[in-house]
């Protein structure tokens, strides 16, 4: 099992910055990608795997930004520029495996992001 933790999430104007976190504690050795994700419907906003390839939804290319510190347990989303659509609950998301067979992602509880002047 997993455990994910998010925080950073708030209140900003737009055009500002927030950064989240997401720590993760348990089997952290069998997590293989993570994620941040939006909204009711978990729309994909990044992802970074175990070997730090990066994927980005378009809609925030050139304005978020992955990243991880393995020794933290914790994966970071810096987001610049935000915009009112950027508003939502945002969620971290660990893909495992064990002894090779994909296993039930493991999801945080959600932090709320909202842009509004």
């Not at 989240?20 to 009711?40: D, N, P």
Request: aromatic share 8%; with cysteine; glycine share 12%.
């Amino acid at each position: 099992q997993v455990q994910l933790v998010e925080s950073g999430g708030g209140l900003v104007q737009p055009g500002g910055s927030l950064r989240l976190s997401c720590v993760a504690s348990g089997s952290i050795s069998s997590i293989y990608r993570t994620g941040w994700y939006r909204g009711e419907q978990r729309e994909l906003v990044a992802t970074i795997s175990s070997g730090d390839i990066t994927r980005y939804a378009d809609s925030v290319k050139g304005r978020f930004t992955i990243s991880r510190d393995n020794a933290k347990s914790t994966v970071y989303l810096q987001m610049t520029s935000l915009k009112p659509e950027d508003t939502a609950v945002y969620y971290c998301n660990a893909e495992r495996t064990v002894l090779g067979i994909a296993r039930p992602p493991s999801w945080g509880q959600g932090t709320q992001v909202t842009v509004s002047s």
